[in-house]
């Protein structure tokens, strides 16, 4: 049993908290017991930590799971994952083009796992997937999913006589219900306040918005995707 | 200029972060430039507070709006609004039953403006609409929705007919692509872990569910809200 917060490994984990050691580690944490199983599931775990004493588990005081989460409410479990390797691509994809906030990224990781995307492709400054707060909205659906950060811009060019693109747009485009869908399709969101930017956007093959009652300015960006994801779906 | 928290205004008005206050004098806080935009131009405002000198507004110290505000960083303009009298139903419904996260209800009340919904009818165990998380999330478009607290069964066996009642269900039920929806009506949607009641489901004429990979056990369910507010919309 760990009981200090100065043990090394405790330490060097609880720098995990951290973007930049959680690149240079390769590594990430994970919290809660629906996450922690959703990881021995699918995921890598380096090592497991219990409050309790557990099969597998190396058993923590309470000071060190607070050393090691970060929540304000730590959990009784937590794990060290090995973050995933991306695999090769083999059906369809959807596109980030800049997201922010935390809970949407992972809401659109379960939507996107719920309607079979094979792939999310996310360019460089969309929030960081493995920021606690992603994995938790995203109820550990990200170990199930092919996650790669890239130039999209890049992505789309090199994929554009393989794939049919698709955008969002607010003002323009064909209407959803209208979408006739060619696969493999890559759908592309984007920003919560910009939308998918220009410089993706020009590279699209078709552009579609959502009709809705004029006076709402838009959707949330989460449920404009899973509307999009559903559509897409059959 | 306020400038001290012991002002009996000011000391009266930050109890308002209570729901139990908010209920007893029927007014509510809404908090940020955005929020209070909306509130201005679609809702009843007692008191309008801010940082600056501005048109209209009460001038606060910034420990005065630390005192009012419910964030972690205060906003520069907050305002005190009336609980808005909910009117008569024309048209389409949205049941809650025991709804529990604040952001999904606030992105619930966006879905729904988008999609046209009249009324949106929560069962006295949904989370309180006035919560500052729940109003920050809606953007403000709860200003725009008739929103009424009551007990949703008797609701449903008072209006069962004259509109038609669809309920969501994981398992059982017509595929949505398959739904043909019969107007008015009122779509029912449940809690996050527990979906909508039996008491409740049913009075329903209708099951519904959303065909997803079996791989995924659930959406979140303000996703799946709107992709169903989104099929019911034309």
């Known amino acids: 049993m760990i009981t200090s917060v100065q043990n090394e490994r405790v330490k060097e984990f609880a720098k995990l908290q951290m973007k930049k050691y959680r690149d240079k580690m390769h590594q990430f944490i994970i919290e809660g017991e629906h996450l922690v199983e959703e990881a021995l599931k699918h995921g890598e775990v380096v090592e497991f930590f219990s409050l309790e004493e557990r099969e597998n588990a190396t058993q923590v005081s309470s000071e060190v799971m607070k050393k090691l989460s970060g929540l304000t409410t730590p959990p009784t479990v937590l794990a060290v994952c ?130 809705m009652n004029p006076a709402c300015e838009s959707l949330n960006v989460a449920m404009a995707t899973s509307i999009l994801l559903h559509h897409f779906y059959e």
């Open 82 to 211: 090995k973050m995933m390797d991306s695999r090769e691509i083999k059906g369809n994809v959807l596109l980030l083009d800049g997201l922010q906030d935390p809970g949407n990224l992972g809401t659109i990781i379960r939507s996107a796992v719920a309607f079979g995307i094979d792939t999310i492709v996310a360019s460089f400054h969309t929030v960081d997937v493995y920021n606690t707060k992603v994995l938790r909205s995203s109820e550990g659906m990200l170990f199930r999913m092919n996650y790669i950060v890239t130039d999209i811009r890049d992505f789309i060019k090199s994929k554009e006589q393989e794939m049919t693109f698709y955008t969002t747009d607010v003002l323009e485009g064909t209407s959803l219900k209208e979408v006739k869908v060619k696969k493999p399709f890559g759908l592309i969101v984007g920003n919560e306040g910009a939308g998918v930017s220009d410089e993706v956007s020009q590279y699209a093959h078709e552009k579609i918005h959502i009709s």
